[in-house]
């Protein structure tokens, strides 16, 4: 039997009332489990936890029932954790970090026990959760009260919990919408991260049983959309059919953003300057080329130079590309003030159109280009851009635990960057 615990979802889906309740009680189960797990025993952790026997009994078995595995091996003397126990201890555990961080960060080292107890409640309750990221995200109660299925007043009643369990306000009521505090921002960050770690269980043991499954969200680059990305990701379809794959097209730092809060996987493309809460994993050198239609008039051309292209009417992508910022960085070294670009764009279909249609130049990698290039839709101009040569590869979270589903991505990402060598 697999395990189904629910896994997150887009940001279009609405969850029914049963996939809410799974989050929920999932949460709440994962904390009796855990000190099920410390102490050995069923008894013993119901002292601890101010619980009849019967309660936290009838807890860990929900939990096995809602994994489809046991988690424990029981024996006369106490319960002793198996492979899957000790797979979900993992996971446990880095939620328990989350809610301990963000303890600290809401009420500080000094707040009362009864104070973290109730703010601790609120925060392994998984519809809460997903209430107070979503009311970040769409910053409207009526949408998030839509969403849900709830009454406005619901959600209202929801946020001043959390606001009184705090001590401060979480979002700001403006014209606009609500918009989140220093501190709500916080506590939807680390929000976020616990649910990445409960999304990540499935997976986890579905590896256990032979079978690879679950939710990986991959932020891609532009780089890695055309060839790269496509053909590991048929490999993963074709291989493990259960692994559910969603793409993040955004600028990187909104890319970034969500590896930090778990809400994304992992980011490919071109690698950006050392940060000490992601690593990156060099795969191989690209180096952009000025790239026209066939047909266009510098072609016949017989001599061309940098300082030729400074006025030509040029598409570019964003001024904080890496591609971007190596080809100003070349026309500043010849003394050149870069050129401004007729169209600035990051959508790939844009480019190529106005490519094909006017006499438009544009700095690209040809990884981006392939299929046009060996058509013979486009063509290279003898142009050396050296300085715009940038590491590709994989950029993850410091510290991050990968699901089983996640690290075979990444590795169909590996072969076809080796292969393409």
Known sequence: MQPNLPASRGEQSRFSDDELQLIEESLQYL?????????????RAADSLYRATSAVNRSIQELEQRVGCSLFDR??????????????????????????????EMLGASGRHS???????????GRKLMLLVWLARVRQISSVARH?????????MFLSRFEEAVGQPLFQRMAQGLITTDRGARLVFRAKRILAELRHIPSDLSAMHGMLTGEVTIGALPLGRTHILPTALAKIVSQHPGIRIKTVES??????????????????????PADKELAA???????????????????????????????????????????????????????????????????????????????????????????ELSNSAFATLPIGLEKT??????????GGLQSP?????????????????
Not at 115 to 125: K, S, V
Not at 405 to 421: F, G, L
Request: with cysteine.
């Open 31 to 43: 904390r009796t489990f855990a000190v099920v797990a410390e102490q050995g025993s069923i008894a």
């Open 75 to 104: 024996h006369a003397r106490g319960m002793l954790l198996n492979r899957m126990g000790e797979s979900v201890l993992i996971r446990t555990r880095r939620i328990q970090e989350e809610v301990d961080q963000a303890l600290d």
């Open 281 to 371: 994993e060099p795969l191989f050198i690209d180096e952009v080329s000025v790239v026209v239609r066939q047909g266009h008039p510098l072609l016949q051309r017989t001599s061309l130079t940098l300082a030729d292209l400074r006025d030509m009417p040029w598409i570019l992508s964003r001024q904080d590309s890496p591609s971007r910022q190596g080809l100003e960085i070349s026309f500043r070294d010849i003394g050149l003030r870069p050129p401004q670009p007729s169209i600035e764009t990051g959508d790939l279909a844009i480019l190529r159109s106005m490519l094909l249609q006017t006499d438009c130049i544009t700095a690209i990698s040809l990884q981006q280009l392939g299929g």
């Open 115 to 125: 104070e973290r107890q109730h703010l601790t409640t609120l925060l392994l309750n």
């Open 251 to 272: 600028p990187y730092e909104s890319l970034a953003a969500g590896l930090r809060s778990g809400e994304i996987d992992f980011i490919f493309g071109a690698l950006r």
């Open 389 to 398: 040569r940038r590491q590709i590869g994989i950029t993850t979270r410091a």
């Open 148 to 156: 849900f299925g709830m009454s406005q007043s619901g959600v209202s």
């Open 405 to 421: 589903a996640v690290s075979a991505v990444v590795e169909a990402i590996r072969q076809v960057c080796i292969s393409r060598e």
